[in-house]
Every structure is written in structure tokens, then in C-alpha cells.
């Protein structure tokens, strides 16, 4: 079912694999010198949420990881430019020292939907679940429903039980 997921429902979804929950922070909190560790607390990972701050849309969730090589992958289901989320992203990873920041160019999200979240969440799940940035990458590509749609295969997935 496609429903925009909160919060609550979000950190449900990451206990199934890594018993903390999520880690929440929003775009707006990370400025050029915001320390990292503020943003990831030690966690491997963090979901942004996005205040679109227009219009009738509430918000947009998007994935953050990072690994022992101090690499970062923001995946965001509806490749907003960078710049979008937050203008100072790029200094922020600059500033702490990131040697390589992967940005998902390839739009899998259909706009007309709500599966965001979702999309975060299978982030946070397959890092915790061992797979690197590439293989997660590989794993989205070829994640398609029935319908031929990212957002079906997204929601077969993640759906609740």
C-alpha cells in the first residue's frame, strides 16, 4: 500500500535490522560545519528528511550511509540535485574530510507517489545487511514489480507486516 510514512513508522521499519532504529535528522540541521558525527552518530547511516518548504507537499526522506573508507552514498529515490536538499551539503562533506561522496543520478521514484520513505528504509537495509554502496546501487536497478515500476518493487518489499 502506498501510504507517506512518518517518523514512527520509518524507525519501525530500520529496527527490523539494526535494533537502534532509525537515525533522523533534517537537511535543514546539516550546515557547511556541522561535524559529522553530529549527522551520523556513530551509526553508519542517517535518513534525511527534506521540508520541501512550497507548495502542498509535506516532505521527501532520503538515504545517507557511510563507510569505513570515510565514503558517502546519498540516495535520494527522486535524484534531486544535491544543491535542492541543502546548499551546503558539498561543504559539509569537504569540510569533514569525505574522500568520495556517491550521488544516485537515476530517478526511481515516480513523483505522482509517496514511496520515499520506503526507499530510505531499503537503503538503511541493505548497508546493514552488508552490501557496499555499488551492490546497493546494482540491487535498486534491478528491483522492479510486476508493473514494471522501482516504486512496485519498492513496496513489495518494504510492505508491513
Not at 544516485?104 to 520506503?118: A, I, L, V
Request: negative net charge; contains cysteine.
Amino acid at each position: 500500500m502506498d501510504y507517506a510514512l512518518s517518523n514512527v513508522d520509518i524507525n519501525k521499519l530500520v529496527k527490523e535490522v539494526d535494533k537502534k532504529g532509525a537515525n533522523i535528522e533534517n537537511t535543514d540541521d546539516i550546515k557547511k560545519n556541522t561535524p559529522i558525527e553530529k549527522i551520523f552518530k556513530n551509526r553508519g547511516h542517517t535518513i534525511l528528511f527534506h521540508d520541501w518548504k512550497e507548495g502542498d507537499e509535506i516532505g521527501h526522506w532520503v538515504a545517507m550511509l557511510r563507510n569505513p573508507k570515510n565514503e558517502v552514498m546519498l540516495f535520494d529515490s527522486l535524484a534531486t540535485p544535491i544543491n535542492e536538499l541543502n546548499p551546503d551539503l558539498k561543504q559539509f562533506f569537504k569540510n569533514n574530510g569525505i574522500k568520495e561522496l556517491i550521488i544516485n543520478r537515476k530517478q526511481y521514484q515516480n513523483e505522482d507517489n509517496s514511496t520515499c520513505g520506503r526507499y530510505a528504509v531499503l537503503i538503511v537495509a541493505l548497508s546493514k545487511l552488508g552490501l557496499d554502496f555499488r551492490q546497493i546501487i546494482d540491487f535498486m536497478d534491478k528491483l522492479k514489480g510486476n508493473d514494471g515500476t522501482f516504486d512496485e518493487g519498492v513496496l513489495n518489499i518494504t510492505e508491513a507486516k
